[in-house]
């Protein structure tokens, strides 16, 4: 809270432009997202010409490629002052009070979402810019593998190129649904769902931010270097053979690893350490129980990932054969090491989404959210049961037969804690007053499609049946109903949800409902057709199919389009919103939640008085909660409080 | 919160009438779902012409059975809540709905339910695989099977008989033994309904009995690299005496 706690000084107005430039900041008024890039090109640049006449073994191409991109980000993250505050203070001159309040936006407009901003609120804007940016990225490889697909014997592009985009296209939209949710709406959001007035380390969230953007550099970067044509899980041995793409690949996912971990860490913190006074966890918002279940599953398996990767860069770059098994290395080694995080990377993608449409819900149905004992039990057991089950997708590879039925078992089980959250969903809309906006047909969205994501997992998780299905289109449209049916839904509930807090402009609610049916009819016919596909034996990942397969391809082909213009129609309602949207007011939905409870656009130091909570935040129908008369007046931990009571700051309404 | 009574009766009779519509909106679902789930996934499944692919179906129509009724649950619900509660203004409702923030009752029924189904899928599952998994025949014909980029071959050990293409007799079980040579492939017969992977220096396996004469395809079905879509060979299923006669012809012999 360090440095985003102030005082209010700023309140009434947007909070960052108005107010007079404090004396602060020293070097870091010169550093941005320009110094950056400039000083990781330079860096890359000299690590290259150092490292490329040293090495000289058949292996040197990957060995500098990987050096690098590892100059590329150290010179990122020192160009954009990540590091200006443990060096300053290794140097015995630490940031001063002005240099902290620099240092979280203070007076500095627009300027500082291209900073290194410890403001929690820059950097959910950050995330959200960046993930839908790479999730536009992703979908227009997304048309470009659906056109090449669009009938048999098509020559759009060559395999090669196919090859490379269907991994690129993996991959990026991986990374990005992982971040969607949690990345803007967790940074943003969370802090003040849960009346604090930031995170628990506001520097390190930052790092979290510019560690993953370097990374995501580094991962586009792959598109110049021949691609990932092996898949989005990269299987050993096959990578071993792949482009300097490969290369690129395992150095984006160590930067994206560590970003995750330091994210994961920063979010667990602020979630147990930072709640207001009355808060306990039978109070706190379901989101934020789902954004802590989430960031536990990538404190735990994210490593994983980067153990597999610090491997396949050893293989590749200086010849150790860890997943070569010419050289006694083990394919299933790599295997399990992908998927040991694989797989909870599916929930890592799906929870956020999900309990984000459990924490709208109540609010557009007018009703409490039914059962929250029932909804942590659902969460806890998804999280617990979604790391006991990675080898479900090594039924058909030989590595343990006498395993498939345990794994069988253990997938078969997680429908139970699933199942609990569509009771929950189902019982707080059931009898409610259904109000439809865009976020809330979004939930409803969720509904339909989840379910089919949901119910084709147990045919999967059935190994006889796992046996026909795995390795065809079947899979493919299973895991695009849970992550996009599921995770991507659950974004657009929560995006039309909070981006009038967040923007303090509302989404136009017409283009909305037009990119909804778009987006809703698009999705359904590209999948649906692709299970029939599947079915009908088509095999994923490959550039051209028997002339069998060309009705449901070109139904799929077709069904893409038309979710690729719901996309863009989405896309012109934020541009037009942000431009010249309707003004929103502090609380436009009737939410209860403590985000709500503050103004529009939300003040640098969020709330004026820390609100103090007396009930969970569900209490439709109920009368209102009073809060203590004693502690009325209380305005958070000593030190951190304001002077006095704000009277711009506050909704007029008692804190609860 | 102090509602006459007479208010609270009329409410109890109306939540009953939701629940009946409710109930009968998702009966008409799953009856359309049984209807598709009966008569679509075994047409538009590969030709079954082995005896885990007629296996595999059976699973597949009862999975999405038991699936229709399921998902009717949540689509009957949604579908009744948008048609039935829906606030009238399309602006924000004027009342909030009942505070119901527990049904110990609907809580208990779905996790029993929803336990059993598991249970049952589970139960159906590890049947399924042990009867896959049993021991082969003596008489099981092994072939080798071997990937490399981006082609299959064949031997047949025990006849002395290398060939690009799979033949097989039809009824007698086959062990086929799978190796690449170069990286991950994976060896599917969509009509057949097995598939393992090609691993370099290591031999998996999978087996089963054609049961129909016939031409069908053998896949690819692990990226394998760049003419991974183009990797594809067939089997030819023929009589016993036909597979007898095609050995013979490639300079093999036939065990008596």
Redesign the interface.
Known sequence: MATAAVTPGSAGGNGHGSVAVPDGGGVMRRLNIGTGIVSGVIVAAIFWAIFRPLLHSPWADDAVVNLTFLGWAIGFMVGIGAFTGPLRWAGGRDLTFEDREYMAGRGQGRSRYFKFCTDHKVVGWQYLVLGMTTLGIGGVMAMIIRTQLSRPDNHIVTPQAYNAIVGLHGIIMILSLSIIVTGPFGNFIMPMMIGARGMAFPRLNALSFWLLFAGVIVLLSAFFLGGIPTGWNVYAPLSLQGPAGMDAYLMGILLWALSSGIAAVNMIVTAITMRTKGMNWGRTPIFVWGVMATMVLSLLFFPAFQAAMVLLGLDRSIGTSFYDPNGGGSQWLYQNLFWLFGHPEVYIVLLPGAIAILEIAPVFARKPLFSHRVAVLGIVGITTLSALVWAHHMFTTGWAPALNGPFMLTTELISIPTGLLFLVILGTIWRGRIWTTVSMLFVYSFLWNFVIGGVTGVYLGDVPLNYQLHGSLFVTAHFHYTLIGGGLMGFFAAFYYWFPKMSGRMLNEFLGKVSFWLIQIGFNVVFLAMFFVGMQGQPRRVADYAPRFATGNGIATLGAYILGAGMLVFLWNVIVTVRRGEVAIGNPWGGKTLEWRTTTPVPLDDFAELPVVVSDPYTYGEPEPQPVPAIAGAAGAPGTAPPGPNPAASSGEAPS | ?ADPPDTVEKDASA?RI?VRRAVLLWVVITVLGIVFALFV?SR???FQASS??T??TA??IA?TVL?AA??A???A??AY??WA???GS??????????????IR??AA??TV??IL?LV??V???A??SS??SAASSDALIVNVTGQQWVWSYSYPDEHVNSPDLVLPVGREVVFR?TSK???H?F?I?SF?????A????V???RTTPTVPGLY?V????????????MESQVKVLTRSGFEAWVKANGGKVEP
């Open positions: 919160m939540s939701h996934p538009v499944f590969p885990d692919a296996r595999i699973t597949f999975f699936g399921v998902a649950v949540v689509w619900v949604a809540t948008l509660f829906r606030s399309g602006g924000p409702p004027e009342s909030d709905g009942p505070s119901v923030r527990r049904h609907a809580e779905w996790i929803s336990s598991t899928a589970i159906w599952g590890l399924a695989l896959v998994s799978v170069d990286v991950v994976s599917w969509p309904g097995i598939k393992v992977d691993n370099p220096a290591e998996t396996q999978t395809e896949r690819c079905a692990e990226l394998c690299g760049l003419y991974h879509s183009y």
